[in-house]
């Protein structure tokens, strides 16, 4: 015989079915993008920097956002290094300083990359906020050591122009995820 004092079972509430079982995170899962969804929206604002309008000075930058934008949702299609050859290209259009853009371009990539664990967790209007410092430094560094190599001050419309690229984010949000919410959609109609 021995001493020890048996042990009260203690009621433990088990559910048996599966259908009691939450997933960790309630969102469905992403697909990825297709191809031809990166590589045209990229190609397509590439034209629009292209155009004339650019050129004013508080102009929103088309390119940077989505390449920010692709760099956040598709990190394996667009990178820095695509983000630093998009930038030479339209350095070589706009006869600036060459790597300008470039910088710029890897700068908002960057800074997309070292915030998106957290920008994930966000909608688009709270990411929004996370990416105004980033379009505005992104701006800022180049504008910086274009004054200070040419000497010469371009003002601070590149101010306006950071905020207004973080102004569009959530359209572009809403634009580039059409496809996929069509998709869901059509998921949903299905089971």
């Avoid at 309008?53 to 949702?73: C, E, K, Q, S, Y």
């Amino acid at each position: 015989m021995s001493n020890k004092p048996e042990r009260a079972a203690l009621p433990v509430k088990r559910s048996s079915s599966l259908s009691s079982l939450q997933p960790i995170d309630s969102s469905p899962f992403k697909n990825a993008s297709s191809q031809w969804i990166v590589w045209g929206s990229v190609f397509i604002m590439w034209l629009m920097s292209l155009l004339p309008w650019r050129h004013w000075t508080p102009a929103p930058d088309l390119l940077m956002l989505v390449i920010a934008f692709w760099v956040l949702h598709e990190p394996r299609r667009m990178n820095m290094l695509w983000a630093f050859s998009l930038g030479i290209l339209i350095d070589v259009h706009d006869g600036s300083f060459f790597g300008e853009h470039a910088l710029s371009y890897v700068l908002a990539a960057y800074g997309a990359i070292v915030l998106t664990r957290r920008l994930l967790l966000f909608e688009p209007l709270i990411q929004l906020i996370h990416l105004l410092p980033v379009f505005l430094v992104a701006n800022a560094v180049p504008r910086f050591l274009h004054a200070w190599l040419a000497g010469e001050w371009g003002g601070w419309g590149w101010v306006l122009s950071a905020a207004l690229t973080a102004m569009l984010w959530p359209l572009v949000d809403f634009l580039l995820f059409l496809p996929h919410r069509r998709l869901d959609d059509a998921d949903d109609g299905s089971a």
